[in-house]
């Protein structure tokens, strides 16, 4: 019997295969207006329906590890997943697996410090790209917090480490610096 326990400050969306195609429209816009900021796009970002990655069927799987609360490292990791949407638009499915004085990114109350920047960028990457962010509930037990401190489209999961592992299970490539 599986008791694993799952939690989500709000439902995943299902996959509708007819949708994937926009990421690549959305890219395209964003690469197109994003020249002065590392920023993906303002336009895309504003766009209401999300769109989930394809998991099961995109050939390239990616999980980031991120685990620490510098603004230089999450800049890093920001741009790689980035660079990856870029580079493989429709056809990546990205996760950010995040723990330790990193979850502070998905706190609507962060009690580090979190910008602005980077909070717009975690909520554009995971609403009009698909990106999924887990945060990790071990961590939230020692803050003392639940899934009503974290931002929607954050995905609670009992252990980060044990999300990642199950991610590489499911043939996801593991990235941590």
Known sequence: MNTKRRLSASPTPAVNHADLPRRRMLLGAAVATATATPV????????????????????????????????????????????????????????????????HLLAKNPKRPVSKLHQQRARSLAESYGVRFFACGNTMHTLGWTAADMVEYATIEDVGAATIMELQEKGYAYLAW
């Open 40 to 103: 993906l796009s303002a336009r895309a970002a504003a766009t209401p329906k999300p769109i989930a990655a394809n998991e099961g069927g995109a050939p390239h799987k990616i999980v980031y590890q991120l685990n620490k609360a510098e603004e230089e490292y999450r800049e890093a990791i920001f741009n790689s997943v980035s660079a990856m949407l870029q580079k493989y638009t429709d056809d990546v499915a990205i996760a950010v697996v995040v723990w330790g004085p990193g979850i």
